[in-house]
Protein backbone atom coordinates (compact mmCIF):
# COMPACT_ATOMS: atom_id res chain seq x y z
CA UNK A 1 0.00 0.00 0.00
CA UNK A 2 1.07 3.42 -0.71
CA UNK A 3 1.67 6.02 2.35
CA UNK A 4 1.22 9.86 1.90
CA UNK A 5 1.06 12.62 4.02
CA UNK A 6 -1.56 15.56 3.38
CA UNK A 7 0.66 18.61 3.91
CA UNK A 8 -2.82 20.67 4.61
CA UNK A 9 -3.90 19.03 7.36
CA UNK A 10 -0.80 17.65 9.04
CA UNK A 11 -0.31 20.02 11.97
CA UNK A 12 3.43 19.01 13.02
CA UNK A 13 3.24 17.04 15.51
CA UNK A 14 6.23 14.84 14.74
CA UNK A 15 4.35 11.31 16.00
CA UNK A 16 4.49 9.66 12.60
CA UNK A 17 8.63 10.62 12.62
CA UNK A 18 8.90 9.69 15.78
CA UNK A 19 6.94 6.79 15.20
CA UNK A 20 8.37 4.80 12.34
CA UNK A 21 11.77 6.74 11.48
CA UNK A 22 12.19 4.98 8.95
CA UNK A 23 9.48 5.99 6.25
CA UNK A 24 8.41 9.43 8.14
CA UNK A 25 10.84 12.67 8.22
CA UNK A 26 10.12 15.72 9.74
CA UNK A 27 10.95 18.98 7.50
CA UNK A 28 10.30 22.34 8.15
CA UNK A 29 8.16 21.88 10.95
CA UNK A 30 5.43 19.09 9.19
CA UNK A 31 5.68 15.31 8.31
CA UNK A 32 6.44 13.99 5.35
CA UNK A 33 7.17 10.68 3.91
CA UNK A 34 10.61 9.73 3.02
CA UNK A 35 11.53 9.32 -0.58
CA UNK A 36 11.34 5.95 -2.00
CA UNK A 37 9.11 4.89 1.03
CA UNK A 38 6.35 5.24 -0.52
CA UNK A 39 5.40 1.87 -0.75
CA UNK A 40 5.80 0.88 2.91
CA UNK A 41 1.34 0.93 3.83
CA UNK A 42 1.59 -2.58 4.48
CA UNK A 43 4.12 -2.11 7.60
CA UNK A 44 1.93 -2.42 10.86
CA UNK A 45 3.98 0.52 12.62
CA UNK A 46 3.11 2.86 9.33
CA UNK A 47 -0.52 1.73 9.77
CA UNK A 48 -0.49 2.30 13.40
CA UNK A 49 1.25 5.69 12.45
CA UNK A 50 -1.52 6.57 10.41
CA UNK A 51 -4.15 5.57 13.03
CA UNK A 52 -2.67 7.79 15.65
CA UNK A 53 -1.52 10.93 13.47
CA UNK A 54 -3.82 13.09 15.97
CA UNK A 55 -4.98 15.10 12.60
CA UNK A 56 -5.28 12.30 10.11
CA UNK A 57 -3.32 13.71 7.98
CA UNK A 58 -1.79 10.58 7.16
CA UNK A 59 -3.59 8.44 4.02
CA UNK A 60 -2.99 4.47 2.96
CA UNK A 61 -4.15 3.94 -0.58
CA UNK A 62 -3.73 0.45 -2.74
CA UNK A 63 -4.62 -3.10 -1.68
CA UNK A 64 -3.03 -4.63 1.13
CA UNK A 65 -0.29 -6.99 0.72
CA UNK A 66 -0.65 -6.87 -2.71
CA UNK A 67 3.09 -7.64 -3.14
CA UNK A 68 2.76 -11.03 -1.01
CA UNK A 69 3.97 -13.94 -2.59
CA UNK A 70 1.76 -17.06 -3.42
CA UNK A 71 1.79 -18.81 0.24
CA UNK A 72 4.05 -22.29 0.71
CA UNK A 73 6.90 -22.72 2.72
CA UNK A 74 8.77 -19.99 4.47
CA UNK A 75 10.02 -17.13 2.81
CA UNK A 76 13.09 -15.34 3.66
CA UNK A 77 12.42 -11.12 3.70
CA UNK A 78 16.19 -10.08 3.52
CA UNK A 79 16.27 -6.20 4.45
CA UNK A 80 18.40 -4.07 3.68
S1 LIG B 1 1.66 12.45 13.05
FE1 LIG B 1 0.27 13.51 11.62
S2 LIG B 1 0.16 15.64 12.36
FE2 LIG B 1 1.95 14.68 13.31
S3 LIG B 1 3.67 15.19 11.92
FE3 LIG B 1 2.89 13.18 11.31
S4 LIG B 1 1.40 13.64 9.67
FE4 LIG B 1 1.77 15.55 10.79
Redesign the pocket.
Known sequence: MKVS??PG?????????H?VPGV?D?VDE??VVRAGREDSGDDPLVRE?AE???????TLTGRPGAARPATGGHGAAGGG
Not at 9 to 14: D, Q
Not at 52 to 58: E, K, L, N, V
Request: a neutral charge.
Open positions: IDLCYGSAECARFFYGARCPSQAI
